[in-house]
Antibody, heavy 117, light 105 residues
Framework: EVQLVESGGGLVQPGGSLRLSCVASGFSFSTQSMTWVRQAPGQGLEWVATMREDGSEKQYVDSVQGRFTISRDNAKNSLYLQLNNLRVEDTATYYC??????????WGQGTRVTVSS | IQLTQSPPLLSASVGDRVTITCRASQGVGSSLAWYQQRPGRAPKLLIYAASTLQSGVPSRFSGSGSATEFTLTIGSLQPEDFATYYC?????????FGQGTKLEI
């Protein structure tokens, strides 16, 4: 069974940092692109970043470029999102999803990030 | 690429057949997926490559279209289908989602 479990969310002040993690199981993690998607409270889905299976390509939405960094450790079946210089508008539930090239077929339950003073 | 879903809100009854439209500001070929999201839950993939049904998804869901116009059709609404539906293009970066269509009873 494919499982994706996110962690690392929390309350942080504007300008602060967080590192989100997503641990994968039930599939060959090292052969799959992985994606982060976020959803602000009461709003729609927003694609944040995608990383190729071998790390050869990383893509970001413009609003997080230069502030967020997607990374992975295939030996640990883990995907990460480093969030720096956080803004109030980054407040959202962050989902980890498998895929990103033709579809995102499995999603985690999400981790909530709140940016507030 | 901007994706515009219509309608934003759709009222229907159990047993109805409904269609949701997703229009892209530029052609995306067949690189379009549809997701269902129930309140408080993660999104669930329904359709990818515009018309391919994801494994385990009931056959009452179907997708069609190409280039700039796509549709998601639910053949006979069941109580568990009342949710919000999103389209996503995976043709170019940045990937983008439609704003969502809320399907309510």
């Amino acid at each position: 069974e494919v499982q994706l479990v996110e962690s690392g969310g929390g309350l942080v002040q504007p300008g602060g940092s967080l590192r989100l993690s997503c641990v994968a199981s039930g599939f060959s993690f090292s052969t799959q692109s992985m994606t982060w998607v976020r959803q602000a409270p009461g709003q729609g889905l927003e694609w944040v970043a995608t990383m190729r299976e071998d790390g050869s390509e990383k893509q970001y939405v413009d609003s997080v470029q230069g502030r967020f960094t997607i990374s992975r450790d295939n030996a640990k079946n883990s995907l990460y999102l480093q969030l720096n210089n956080l803004r109030v508008e980054d407040t959202a539930t962050y989902y980890c999803a498998r895929g990103g090239q033709s579809r995102c077929d499995y999603w985690g339950q999400g981790t909530r990030v709140t940016v507030s003073s | 690429i901007q994706l515009t879903q219509s309608p934003p809100l759709l009222s229907a009854s159990v047993g109805d057949r409904v269609t949701i439209t997703c229009r892209a500001s530029q052609g995306v070929g067949s690189s379009l997926a549809w997701y269902q999201q129930r309140p408080g839950r993660a999104p669930k993939l329904l359709i990818y490559a515009a018309s391919t049904l994801q494994s385990g998804v009931p056959s009452r869901f179907s997708g069609s279209g190409s280039a700039t116009e796509f549709t998601l059709t639910i053949g006979s609404l069941q109580p568990e289908d009342f949710a919000t539906y999103y389209c996503q293009q995976l043709s170019v970066y940045p990937r983008s989602f439609g704003q969502g269509t809320k399907l309510e009873i």
